[in-house]
């Protein structure tokens, strides 16, 4: 089997040129999860600044935070993490700040952060910038090279690669080789199969490498990007945005009772649309009951992806009208999709 991963992976699992997260070849490493790849970064980012301040936003998903923060308690010389509304940020990046850590897009309501505009302000101040791409890579055309000094993502959301799949963190070459990574593993090693007693780094992206990749999940991760072989990321945006507009169009008309959670400008959502209800979960659970499968989010949030290679107008319209029907007949009352299951 030929082996492959993201575009820029630095093997054993590169396929060199898909534009998935627009990484140069050799600088994407994939493996382990995106919890580990934010505390790779994060260390990896800190140790380029004496400045002491990691600025992030309360909208960042929590391991992304609890991280920094374990790394801010670990490391104890100092550190930050300092964390406001997502529309402040761009008041708050001064030249206190070492890091900006943020994830492109909220999970919850799908607003998306400007981060070509981010990006520059933070070189202009002597800022490290951290993008977590989780609800990026798939989602839209990215281009993390331009704008990013560290990227991280997982690849089981919109690359489907199964719950589980392998995270990947992607590094440019002259960032990459200033570091000496936080968790120094053996397939990390310059040359790991020499087995030497001392740690040298290997070349560029390969250093965030750590241990053993999931084989396994590298073999799905494999095939679900052969979906990808040949698609362009503006014709992926410009469907979602149309399938997009269509759901909230159709949701407002059908179901008065939902408020739309994401922003309403295309520019600022990325390829989810959100809902608010106080009955939320009990609306998702009746959801699913019926085949429409979307995420409850706590606390009053309705969450669907718009997979444009996977879904057309029929099941959004399809989806519009179950909703309706829930709403309705107001058969999210039912007990048993009251019931709150551990996984939402
Ligand atoms: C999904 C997601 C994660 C999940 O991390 P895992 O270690 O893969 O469980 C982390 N951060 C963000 C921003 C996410 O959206």
Same mark, same amino acid.
């Given at each position: 089997?030929?082996?492959?991963?993201?575009?820029?992976?630095?093997?054993?699992?590169?396929?060199?040129?898909?534009?998935?997260?627009?990484?140069?070849?050799?600088?994407?490493?994939?493996?382990?999860?995106?919890?580990?790849?934010?505390?790779?970064?994060?260390?990896?980012? /800190?140790?380029?600044?004496?400045?002491?301040?990691?600025?992030?936003?309360?909208? $960042?998903?929590?391991?992304?935070?609890?991280?920094?923060?374990?790394?801010?308690?670990?490391?104890?010389?100092?550190?930050?993490?300092?964390?406001?509304?997502?529309?402040?940020?761009?008041?708050?990046? +001064?030249?206190?700040?070492?890091?900006?850590? /943020?994830?492109?897009?909220?999970?919850? +309501?799908?607003?998306?952060?400007?981060?070509?505009?981010?990006?520059?302000?933070?070189?202009?101040?002597?800022?490290?910038?951290?993008?977590?791409?989780?609800?990026?890579?798939?989602?839209?055309?990215?281009?993390?090279?331009?704008?990013?000094?560290?990227?991280?993502?997982?690849?089981?959301?919109? /690359? $489907?690669?199964?719950?589980?799949?392998?995270?990947?963190?992607?590094?440019?070459?002259?960032?990459?080789?200033?570091?000496?990574?936080?968790?120094?593993?053996?397939?990390?090693?310059?040359? =790991?199969?020499?087995?030497?007693?001392?740690?040298?780094?290997?070349?560029?992206?390969?250093?965030?490498?750590?241990?053993?990749?999931?084989?396994?999940?590298?073999?799905?991760?494999?095939?679900?990007?052969?979906?990808?072989?040949?698609?362009?990321?503006?014709?992926?945006?410009?469907?979602?945005?149309?399938?997009?507009?269509?759901?909230?169009?159709?949701?407002?008309?059908?179901?008065?009772?939902?408020?739309?959670?994401?922003?309403?400008?295309?520019?600022?959502?990325?390829?989810?649309?959100?809902?608010?209800?106080?009955?939320?979960?009990?609306?998702?659970?009746?959801?699913?009951?019926?085949?429409?499968?979307?995420?409850?989010?706590?606390?009053?949030?309705?969450?669907?992806?718009?997979?444009?290679?996977?879904?057309?107008?029929?099941?959004?319209?399809?989806?519009?009208?179950?909703?309706?029907?829930?709403?309705?007949?107001?058969?999210?009352?039912? =007990?048993?999709?009251?019931?709150?299951?551990?996984?939402?």
């Amino acid at each position: 089997m030929e082996q492959r991963g993201l575009d820029g992976d630095a093997g054993p699992f590169g396929r060199p040129h898909r534009p998935l997260i627009g990484a140069a070849p050799g600088t994407v490493s994939t493996g382990d999860t995106l919890s580990i790849k934010v505390h790779q970064a994060l260390s990896a980012a /800190l140790s380029l600044t004496d400045r002491k301040v990691i600025l992030s936003d309360t909208g $960042n998903f929590p391991t992304d935070l609890y991280i920094a923060q374990g790394i801010v308690d670990a490391l104890d010389r100092g550190l930050e993490l300092r964390c406001v509304a997502p529309e402040e940020i761009e008041a708050h990046m +001064t030249d206190e700040i070492a890091v900006l850590m /943020l994830t492109e897009v909220d999970y919850r +309501t799908g607003r998306r952060h400007d981060m070509a505009h981010l990006s520059r302000i933070a070189r202009e101040q002597g800022i490290v910038t951290l993008w977590d791409l989780a609800h990026s890579a798939g989602a839209f055309p990215v281009d993390s090279a331009a704008h990013a000094d560290f990227a991280v993502g997982c690849t089981y959301k919109y /690359l $489907n690669s199964g719950p589980g799949g392998p995270a990947f963190i992607a590094v440019p070459d002259a960032v990459a080789d200033r570091i000496d990574p936080a968790l120094p593993g053996w397939l990390g090693h310059a040359a =790991p199969f020499d087995f030497d007693r001392d740690y040298r780094p290997a070349q560029a992206a390969r250093r965030f490498r750590i241990g053993t990749p999931p084989i396994l999940q590298m073999a799905a991760l494999d095939a679900a990007l052969d979906a990808w072989d040949g698609v362009s990321m503006q014709d992926v945006r410009s469907r979602s945005l149309a399938l997009s507009q269509r759901l909230i169009a159709g949701v407002e008309a059908d179901c008065p009772s939902l408020t739309l959670a994401s922003p309403r400008e295309d520019a600022h959502r990325g390829s989810q649309v959100s809902f608010r209800h106080p009955q939320a979960y009990a609306i998702c659970q009746a959801l699913i009951a019926h085949d429409v499968i979307g995420d409850f989010r706590a606390p009053d949030i309705l969450r669907f992806g718009i997979t444009p290679l996977y879904i057309g107008e029929a099941e959004i319209d399809a989806a519009i009208a179950t909703m309706a029907r829930i709403m309705q007949d107001r058969l999210y009352e039912d =007990p048993r999709f009251q019931t709150r299951q551990a996984v939402t």
